[in-house]
């Protein structure tokens, strides 16, 4: 898989977090927790999705997961690397040099 290709899986990972977030965001306004089980079942196919495109990268150390849950999409700017090689984790570019220095 070419580094143009898994951006392009990323970015398509990154656009079903966000529609499923501001579908859920508009439906809380009006049903609070009556939409909690749909809510639950979104977000655990979402994380199972996260699974699969990790595997499909190579993603040894769920980096993926990490990345949406801990460094919320990048905004937190964690540092992260392996073998003494560090950076902060901003954008995609970032998360595949992270997958790719801890393979």
Known sequence: MTKSEKLQMLEAWKAAHDDIESKFDEL???FNDIT???FDAAWRTFSNYTKLVSAQLGDE???LEW??????FGKREFE???DGEKRSICDFEDLLWLIEVCK
């Open 61 to 63: 150390f769920e980096s």
């Open 36 to 38: 909690r089980p749909l």
């Open 28 to 30: 809380g306004k009006l």
């Open 80 to 82: 992260a690397g392996a």
């Open 67 to 72: 990345y949406w849950m801990e460094n919320q």
